[in-house]
């Protein structure tokens, strides 16, 4: 069983900079240029909702392999950081049968999830300060590092992608509203 919780562990942290490469790529494209970005709002248009429903799955999903197979005890920023993305899963597969267009609500909770998410991985870095965030005796130090992927990659930053990812998706995309 170890092996297999090494195996997906390493998957997770190789979806993180795969899913920064498409955020970074699509952010200069749409910026660059105005032909790329008709074809990325082509290619996202009427898949948002799908894109950003398995981006929002894939990490509630991997949050609960850290937290009840890995056994990584949650801190409190993790908690809110699962607060935001956790609900997005559901709605997104509600808007996805319901052809429903969710993007403020998710654009809403993904940039409020990605502040958390991105002060989270400071705080692991060293570079921002621990606000409220110490042990407090039912939770682990929020400074805890417990994956550390190609030298970089830690949970709080494999969901600051997702967050931004789930922005990306929502601010290109038409909502899949038919």
Request: net charge positive; charged share 10%; hydrophobic share 55%.
């Amino acid at each position: 069983m170890p092996s297999t919780i090494e195996a997906i562990k390493y998957i997770l942290g190789l979806l993180t900079p795969i899913a920064q490469a498409v955020v970074v790529i699509s952010l200069f494209l749409a910026i660059v240029s105005k032909s790329a970005r008709g074809k990325i709002l082509e290619i996202i248009s009427s898949r948002a909702n799908l894109f950003a429903f398995v981006v929002a799955l894939t990490a509630t999903l991997g949050s609960l392999f850290y937290s009840e197979i890995a056994h990584y005890d949650p801190c409190k920023l993790c908690w809110l950081q699962r607060i935001f993305m956790y609900p997005q899963a559901i709605l997104f597969g509600i808007a996805l049968w319901k052809r429903s267009n969710i993007r403020a609500y998710s654009i809403a909770l993904s940039g409020v999830g990605a502040v958390i998410a991105g002060y989270h991985y400071l705080l692991q870095r060293g570079i921002a300060p621990s606000l409220a965030c110490s042990s407090v005796g039912y939770s682990v130090s929020c400074a805890k590092i417990f994956v550390m992927n190609f030298g970089y990659i830690t949970i709080p930053l494999m969901a600051f992608t997702a967050f931004a990812l789930i922005i990306i998706t929502q601010a290109f995309g038409s909502g899949d509203k038919k």
